[in-house]
């Protein structure tokens, strides 16, 4: 955050979920101008249900070949 980014991407697996949700609940009360973009594969199916993806502003998802 020292280098006050403007776009932020994490990817998110199972092992890191609950921390990384911790974390977006945390930035978006300290900078909610920060643009937070998902990825991975906790994020790519059923998000529409997750308080992970509510809190991010953009989700990249897999996409059924």
């Known amino acids: ?8 991407g994490l990817g998110v697996y199972i092992w890191n979920v609950a ?3 911790e974390l977006l609940a ?5 900078r909610p101008e920060l643009t937070i973009v998902l990825g991975g594969p906790e994020v790519s199916y059923e ?3 997750q308080e992970i993806v ?3 502003d953009h ?3 897999a ?3």
């Open 1 to 8: 955050m020292a280098l006050q980014p403007r776009i932020l």
């Open 47 to 49: 998000s529409g249900q």
């Open 19 to 21: 921390l990384t949700t």
């Open 26 to 30: 945390l930035l978006k009360q300290l």
């Open 59 to 61: 989700v990249i998802t």
């Open 54 to 56: 509510r809190l991010a």
């Open 63 to 65: 996409r059924p070949t």
